[in-house]
């Protein structure tokens, strides 16, 4: 194992700078058996990380080497279940950087709020360990950038948490909207009406609880008094660490259509919302936002609302694909076609709802494992976690501005503007570092 390791981590040595690529990747298979052990180490242990590290102990030959959470109630918790799970315990640690440093470990969950995605990840990276990162990528369209450029760099494989890329009934919509059947494309809805997304009542400042790291919790976030809210599960309302529901559930409703559309970045952008239906509560992040992406042939529209239930096409959440023979609507719990119709004829199918495949996630995640002993891409590589990515935080940022935004792929910001731009890169508070 030892020696498979090496091989790996050498072969990305000897890959710098390349992309990765079918041809790169078929030449690293030879060395790998697909019998050896892998060693997993989790860092981020409370919530969709155990998730995750749950489905990979599914998996053959999956060993969990270390479990690292900056709060040791969470962590010996999970060092409890692991232990349920497998008969070992595994290493546990409270900094990221010791699983970094551990040459064992081959690779890496991340499960940590989204502002402490980025420098753990590209710190695997540049160790030679294969990383499953939640989503979004991570919580800046710089970080995202520094991100994919380290995966590269070091020739790793990333697979982002995206899981509907492996759900069956995905793929089939995908593969529907493509043939052409619904007609001309010219609208894409994605929305998401969700109770949580309206914070909670304020409390006020406190310390932190007994065992808890705050201040390494907050990381390279500014310095911000221990607050209740500010903390497990809700920080995702508070921009320093989320991006509210747009970047928490826009980024997995918004890949479908960048993937079955083919597409990656808008035209421009626009949004307008607020906090409108909860502002006494603590939340940053507007509760109710609409956001319209223009892909020059068909618009995208992103439509949230906290605290409420009721969304389009009697979902709660969901994308529906606008064209002119009919519409579809999809979901994690399946999806169906609705026609136009001209002269008592439909004009395409009617399709009723097909339920979903409901094993996506752990899909996924095998798909990852193979992908770490193939060496080929993963489903849902790191470029599509961050294409996604981007395009939500431009959501964000036109919301943030007021302005309508225009993107620059190739110089990797918005053209002439300050303030849009201002928002691309977070100001790490020391000692962390931005990555080079
Ligand atoms: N794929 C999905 O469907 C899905 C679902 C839910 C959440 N997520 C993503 O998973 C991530 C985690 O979300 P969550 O809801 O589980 O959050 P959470 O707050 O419940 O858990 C985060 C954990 O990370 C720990 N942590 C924070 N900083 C750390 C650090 N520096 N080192 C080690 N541990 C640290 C916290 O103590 C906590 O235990 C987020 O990025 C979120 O967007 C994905």
Not at 124 to 135: F, N, S, T
Not at 145 to 160: D, F
Not at 325 to 350: C, F, H, Q
Not at 415 to 432: C, G, I, Q, T, V
């Amino acid at each position: 194992m030892g020696s498979r390791r090496r091989f790996i981590k050498n072969s990305g040595a000897l890959l710098t700078g390349a992309a990765l690529s079918p041809m790169i990747t078929g030449k690293l298979k030879a060395g790998i058996s697909a019998n050896d052990q892998l060693n997993v180490a989790l860092i981020g242990c409370r919530g969709m990380g155990m998730y995750d590290l749950t489905d990979h102990l599914k998996q053959a030959g999956i060993n969990c080497a270390a479990l690292c959470d900056v709060d040791s109630n969470i962590l010996q918790e999970r060092a409890k279940t692991v232990q349920e799970l497998t008969g070992k315990t595994p290493a546990l640690y409270k900094d990221y950087r010791r699983v970094i440093d551990d040459p064992d470990v081959d690779i890496v969950i991340i499960g940590t709020p989204d502002h402490w995605h980025c420098l753990p990840a590209v710190d695997a990276c540049a160790a030679g360990k294969d990383v499953y990162v939640e989503k979004p990528l991570a919580n800046s369209i710089a970080e995202c950038q520094v991100m994919l450029k380290a995966a590269r760099k070091h020739s790793r494989i990333v697979q982002v948490g995206q899981q509907q890329r492996s759900g069956q009934h995905w793929q089939d919509i995908v593969a529907l909207v493509r043939s052409g059947k619904l007609g001309t494309i010219r609208k894409i809805k994605a929305w998401g009406y969700f109770p949580y997304g309206k914070g909670s009542p304020k409390v006020p400042d406190s310390p932190p609880p007994d065992g808890v790291d705050y201040n390494l919790w907050l990381g390279p976030s500014p310095e911000h008094p221990f607050n209740k809210n500010r903390f497990h599960g809700s920080w995702r309302h508070y921009w320093h660490h989320g991006g509210g529901l747009l970047t928490d559930w826009g980024v997995h409703l918004l890949d479908i259509p960048l993937w079955a559309m083919e597409v990656k970045f808008p035209g421009s952008v626009m949004a307008t919302g607020g906090i409108y239906a909860f502002p006494e509560n603590a939340i940053e992040t507007p509760d109710t936002l609409n956001v319209l992406y223009d892909y020059g042939s068909f618009t995208l529209e992103w439509d949230h609302a906290g605290g409420i239930s009721r969304g389009l096409y009697g979902r709660s959440y969901g994308v529906a694909f606008i064209g002119n023979n009919g519409t579809l609507i999809v979901n994690r719990e399946g999806w169906e076609v609705v026609a136009e119709s001209e002269n008592n004829a439909d004009k395409t199918p009617v399709i009723p709802l097909q339920p979903a495949d409901d094993l996506s996630h752990e899909k996924h995640v095998k798909n990852f494992l193979e992908c770490v002993k193939s060496r080929k891409s993963p489903i849902c590589e790191i470029e599509q976690g961050h294409n996604v990515a981007l395009v939500a935080h431009m959501g964000n940022i036109a919301y943030r501005t007021g302005n309508k935004l225009y993107w620059d792929e190739s110089k990797g910001k918005f053209m002439d503007d300050h303030k849009a731009n201002a928002y691309l890169k977070p100001e790490y508070r020391s000692p962390w570092k931005f990555p080079a």
